[in-house]
């Protein structure tokens, strides 16, 4: 695991199945319908139960960029963050996967959580380069927790060892050039 402190935050990258996160609220990469899907959609549905499909029913869809929350029903995580990533090579998609992330946070806050886990959105079926994405969320990520504090911990889960890599070095790469971005005690 890599770990970084920003201000009050644990920044984690960390190998794994985010479906087995035990944390307030996990993120899904979801679609504009919130009604499921394949990759880390069709998992966390999956391992929600079908409890999780019915409240997505009611939330009439959400805005690529955009995310709406959700109970975690049979995951170990208390919540679910929608969150509607890009297709890559449409228009305006950096700003867009940026923003899938910090109207993530932005809705974690809102709900006074203190730990939430990311997939790395857009990556999969959506098509964006590992690093390209690596970069821009984890630059949307720290542009957020460099201005707010009550998110005790944020976790990358990368599903394979190659993502976790880049991650973790886009992660030192961009910590090298900040001082308030330290490796954690
Ligand atoms: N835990 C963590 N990461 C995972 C897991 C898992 N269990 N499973 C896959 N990944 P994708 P997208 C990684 O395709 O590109 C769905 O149909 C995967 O290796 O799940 O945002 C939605 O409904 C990849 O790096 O999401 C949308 O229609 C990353 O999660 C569309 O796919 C994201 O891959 C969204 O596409």
Do not use: W
Not at 15 to 29: E, M, S
Not at 35 to 46: E, F, K, Q, T
Not at 75 to 92: C, E, F, M, N
Not at 150 to 179: G, M
């Amino acid at each position: 695991m890599t770990c970084y402190q920003i201000n009050q935050t644990r920044l984690e990258i960390v190998q794994g199945d985010i479906t087995n996160q035990a944390v307030d609220a996990i993120v899904n990469a979801a679609n504009t319908s919130l009604l499921g899907g394949g990759g880390v959609d069709g998992a966390i549905h999956r391992a929600a139960g079908p409890e999780l499909l019915e409240e997505c029913q009611t939330l009439h869809g959400c805005k690529t960029g955009e995310a709406k929350i959700t109970r975690g029903y049979h995951l170990p995580a208390k919540h679910v963050i929608h969150a509607v990533g890009p297709i890559y090579g449409t228009q305006d998609a950096p700003v867009l996967l940026a923003s899938a992330y910090s109207n993530s946070l932005q809705i974690a806050g809102e709900h006074h959580l203190a730990s939430v886990a990311f997939p790395a959105i857009s990556t999969g079926i959506y098509g964006y380069p590992m690093r390209e994405a690596a970069r821009i969320s984890l630059r949307a990520v720290l542009t957020y927790l460099e201005n707010h504090t009550t998110i005790k911990i944020v976790r990358f889960i990368l599903f394979t060892s190659e993502a976790n890599a880049i991650y973790r070095e886009e992660l030192e790469s961009i910590a090298a050039k900040n001082d308030a971005i330290n490796p954690c005690e």
